[in-house]
Nanobody, 126 residues
């Protein structure tokens, strides 16, 4: 069964950067769309960014556009999320998830995922 492991989270000052990684085992990511989601304390989970299987199509939530970049390396079975210009409101647990949605927007907006990782904590504070 496919397993996803996120890494790269941590404590960072406002304006800083992080690169999150989502590595898969027990299966291949190359035929699946992959998304990054986050959940802050007291809030619902939201789709942040999603990428199609070949990396051709991407989706970003409005509040992260121009600051977040999603990418993937299918040879390494890994998807990345580069986060720049971090804001306190970006603090959350970040999850990656895999699905075969109709579109990357479907994956991100409707959270149409079949497999989820355990998450990595991102804290933004001075």
């Amino acid at each position: 069964q496919l397993q996803l492991v996120e890494s790269g989270g941590g404590l960072v000052q406002p304006g800083g950067s992080l690169r999150l990684s989502c590595e898969a085992s027990g299966g291949t990511l190359k035929y699946s769309a992959v998304g990054w989601f986050r959940q802050a304390p007291g809030k619902g989970r939201e789709g942040v960014s999603c990428i199609s299987s070949a990396g051709t199509y991407t989706y970003y939530a409005d509040d992260v556009k121009s600051r977040f970049t999603i990418s993937r390396d299918n040879a390494k079975n890994t998807v990345y999320l580069q986060i720049n210009s971090l804001k306190p409101e970006d603090g959350a647990i970040y999850y990656c998830a895999v699905g075969t949605p109709t579109s990357v927007q479907d994956l991100c907006v409707n959270q149409a995922a079949a497999y989820w990782g355990q998450g990595t904590q991102v804290t933004v504070s001075s």
